[in-house]
C-alpha cells in the first residue's frame, strides 16, 4: 500500500476492486480546508475514465505490473496465443484486449503484453505493420487529380482505404492504432 503522494502518471492501482490507470494526477490546496489529490484513472477492462478526490494520506494499492515482447504464433477461439521470447513459454491472451489493432496481426509478429500476478491485463500490437495488398481495383485514369482513396484488401481480409496508385501485390504500412494506411513500402 502507498500514500496518495506517492501515485504518478502511468502507475497501474487498484481502485474499487478494478484495475485502472492513473492518467492524471493534480495536487490541489483548496484556500479552506485541507489538501487533496484529484486523479484522472481509466477503467482497464472497460476503457472508462473516472475522477476521484483523494486525501493526501489516503492509502492506495499501486500494482506490479510485468510487460513483456512476446511473439504472437496463432488464433485459437477467443484467444491469441503468444509465446515469451526469453522462456519460450505461451500464453492465451484475449482477442478484445489488443482492440482494434487485432485485425492487423500476423503469425511471427512481435507483441506487448502486459501481465499482473500472472493474469494478462493489457496488449498491444505493433503501431506500425507492412501488409501486402491482395485486392484491389485498378485506377481509372484521370482519376487522380486529387486525393482520392479506394478500398483494398490487406493481410487476412481487412478492408482500408488507399490512394489510387496503389496496386494489388503492393507492400503498404499501416497505422494498427487507426487502421490508416500511412505509405507504400519497396
Known sequence: MAKASEIKNGNILRFNGELVTVEEIIHRTPGKGGAFYLGKFRNIKTGKTVEARL???EQVEICRVE???YQYLY???DYYVVMDNTTFEQFNIQKSLFGQAARFLKEGMDVIVSME???PIMAQAPSFV???VTYTEPAVKGDTSTNALKSATVGANVEIKVP???NQGDK???DTRTGDYVERVK
Request: no cysteine; net charge negative; proline share 0%.
Open 55 to 57: 486525501a493526501t494520506d
Open 172 to 174: 503498404v504500412k499501416i
Open 117 to 119: 500476478s500472472e493474469e
Open 75 to 77: 488464433e485459437e477461439g
Open 67 to 69: 510487460t513483456n515482447d
Open 164 to 166: 489510387m496508385f496503389v
Open 130 to 132: 507492412e501488409l501486402e
